[in-house]
C-alpha cells in the first residue's frame, strides 16, 4: 500500500491544521507519527479499521482528532490549539496486512508551528 499525506504548512501558535493520508488500497490500522528536529520519531494518534477504537499521545489529547473514511482510502488528522511544540516533520502509517504493524509509510508532511 503506497501512502500520501497532504495539508502540512507553517501556522500561528493556537491556530489549525488538518493532515491527510491518501491510501492505494485497503489498510486496518492507521496513525501518525511524527519527528521534530533532533528528536526520536514519535507516535501522535491511532485508529482502527472501524473507527471505533483510537489512541492518542497524551501531548495532544483534547487537541488533535483522527478519523477515517474508508470509502477513500483517507486519515485525516484534525489537529487544533497548536503549539510551536507541536512542530515536527508529520509522517503516516499504514497496516496494509492485518496483524502485521504498520509496513506502510507516507513521505512526511511539515508542521510548523510559530510563536
Known amino acids: 500500500v503506497q501512502l500520501q499525506a497532504f495539508g502540512g504548512g507553517l501556522v500561528q501558535a493556537g491556530g489549525s491544521l488538518r493532515l491527510s493520508c491518501a491510501a492505494s488500497?485497503?489498510?486496518?490500522?492507521m496513525g501518525w507519527f511524527r519527528q521534530a528536529p533532533g528528536k526520536e520519531r514519535e507516535v501522535v494518534v491511532g485508529i482502527n479499521r472501524s473507527g471505533g477504537s483510537t489512541y492518542y499521545a497524551d501531548s495532544v489529547k483534547g487537541r488533535f482528532t483522527i478519523t477515517r473514511d474508508n470509502a477513500k482510502n483517507t486519515m485525516y488528522l484534525e489537529m487544533n490549539s497548536l503549539k510551536p511544540e507541536d512542530t515536527a516533520v508529520y509522517y503516516c502509517?499504514?497496516?496494509?496486512?492485518?496483524?502485521?504493524?504498520?509496513?506502510?509509510w507516507g513521505q512526511g508532511t511539515l508542521v510548523t508551528v510559530s510563536s
Open positions: 502509517a499504514a497496516e496494509g496486512r492485518v496483524g502485521k504493524g504498520y509496513d506502510s
Open positions: 488500497g485497503r489498510t486496518y490500522a
